[in-house]
Structures are given as C-alpha cells and as structure tokens.
C-alpha cells in the first residue's frame, strides 16, 4: 500500500465529502479510493468512517486521525515549498572549500563582489591546501588546482595553471653581467616539496623553443606556497610558481619573470562539485560569477596573462 497516496485520498474524501468527489479531484475512480480507505481502516485497526448509503462521516478516531495526518500533510508541503525556493532563488549558504594561496589571492576578492551582488546569500568559505572529502563534509564546491585525480565530481577548467619563472630585483642586481639562461643551475633555487608526495617540482625551462628539465642544488625547500613566495620576494633565490601565486607581486615590482611562461603539465584551476543534478541557483551564480570574473582579468583554460610578461633576461 503507497501510505502517502492514501493519506492525501483521506484528506480529499473528509474535505470533498464523497468517495466520488474526492476520486474526481485525484483524476481516479471512486472505488480506487473506497478501496484505499478499506486498506488504510485496516492497516490501523480502527474504523475512520461511517459509511452508510446517504452519508459519509469521520468517527472520533477518524477525526483524531484526520488531524494528524492533515497537519503532517501540510507541513509536509510547506517544507517542499521551502526547499524548492531555496534551491531556485538566490538564498541560502555557499559552502566553498579552496586551496589556501589561490583562496587568498583570488576567492577572497571575488567573494566580497559576489557577496555585493547577491545579499541573500551568505559564504561559508574553508581555505585549506587539503583536498576536503566534499560530500562528507556537506561543501557545495571546491576549487582545486594543478592535476584532478578524483574522478567522482564534475569539474569545469577555470584556467589553466601557468607557470612563472621569476626572482626578485634585489637578487638580480647582485648578479655581474644579470642573469643569463645558459648559467640557471648555478644559481641559487628555492625548491617546492609537495605535500602529498613528497616529491620537488621540477624545474622546466624553454630555451631557443626547447622545454628542458634543469637541476640546480638542492639548499633550499620549503613545502608552502606563501613561504616560497616570501623568500623570492626577499632575494633568497629564484623559483617557479603558479600565476595566480605571483600575480601581485609582479604587479607591485617585487618580482620580475627571468624565463618564458611554461603550462603544468596536465594541470589546471579548476571548480568542482558533486552533482549537476538539482544544482541550487547560488551554486549556478557563484560559478558563472567565477569564470567572468576571471575572463575580465585574462585567465581562461587556454592562458593566462602571465603568458605575456617581459622576460628579464640576457
């Protein structure tokens, strides 16, 4: 017996009065619901209705009944209701999870636009270089960067991950003769050791359009993002990382790109989430908010701006 269906057949029979009535409302027959009523009678154990051939009336337990069922019927309905403007109205709570330097240097002021542009929406933003279980922990979305291993949410490519050759002034104006490609090993490096692997990025170079591996000495790592930031800015040795890491930095002429612009290989920025499926409205804003926003600033899945900066270099 569908419980629900002769719930709302019980509710139609007590506000239309009849069987009949009731059967016209549903788009059923009248001895469909007679019959439901029969199954629902039995299913309690009391008797609901006085049936006779002029009258149809609810009995003291019928009635004690009916009201139980009519409010959790209706409240029932409200709840849809409000679940339903939640997910298609600009309402509710954006919980977002992004890596911490990318979080910094790019959600955070795209959030307070959004935040202007949508005031019945509020963020609950988690910044953390760990890749948070999204489902577990209730997120609408996360942004990931550099290469997607988990194959379990849809992803949609922000831009992709390029990466910049840079060094501080300070440091190249303690070279004689500035900096020349031919000698990048024998300078000082900070190296980037993952977090989850263990293991240096490599150090890709393009010489005379020729992508090759250099290996300068091991002195200095570091596995933070910012802390590898702040070194270079303070002269401590040159480095590679992602754009959107060194972005103001080189706006401000605290670093300078000593090397062409190279992509990760296999990487990108990107926005995930766990289904396309009933998507909330805020979710749909945030994303497309997202993407325009970046695309005004230069960054798409095919470049970034990073692509064209001057290469001090001799």
């Not at 009248?30 to 009678?41: M, Q």
Request: a positive charge; charged letters at 25%.
């Amino acid at each position: 017996m569908d419980k629900f269906r002769t719930l709302e057949m019980m509710v139609a029979v007590v506000e239309r009065g009849s069987f009949a009535a009731a059967a016209k409302a549903l788009n059923s027959s009248p001895s469909t619901v007679s019959k439901a009523i029969d199954r629902l009678e039995t299913s309690v154990g009391v008797r609901l209705f006085q049936r006779t051939t002029r009258q149809l009336k609810l009995t003291m337990a019928g009635q004690a009944y009916f009201s139980k069922v009519n409010e959790l019927l209706q409240e029932l309905g409200d709840c849809e209701a409000s679940l339903i403007d939640e997910n298609n109205l600009a309402v509710g709570t954006l919980k977002i999870s992004a890596p911490v330097s990318y979080g910094r240097a790019y959600i955070r002021p795209i959030l307070v636009k959004f935040l202007v542009a949508y005031p019945e929406i509020s963020i609950d933003l988690v910044l953390d270089d760990d890749h948070i279980d999204l489902i577990e922990n209730n997120f609408d979305l996360a942004v990931r960067t550099g290469s997607l291993k988990d194959n379990r949410f849809i992803a949609q490519q922000l831009s992709c991950m390029d990466m910049v050759t840079c060094a501080a002034p300070k440091l190249i104006k303690k070279m004689k003769g500035g900096l020349k490609i031919s000698k990048f090993e024998d300078y000082p490096w900070i190296h980037y050791r993952f977090k989850h692997t263990g293991k240096l990025m490599p150090f890709r170079i393009k010489i005379r359009n020729t992508v090759v591996t250099i290996n300068p000495e091991q002195r200095c790592i570091v596995n933070d993002g910012d802390l590898l930031l702040g070194m270079c800015k303070e002269g401590a040795g040159l480095t590679q990382m992602p754009h959107f890491l060194v972005r103001d930095a080189i706006a401000k002429k605290q670093l300078v790109a000593v090397a062409p612009t190279l992509s990760f290989p296999g990487g990108g920025i990107y926005l995930v989430y766990p289904s396309k499926d009933y998507m909330p409205l805020r979710v749909r804003l945030f994303i497309d908010f997202v993407k325009q926003e970046l695309k005004h600033s230069g960054e798409t899945a095919k470049g970034t701006w990073a692509r064209n900066l001057p290469i001090v270099v001799s």
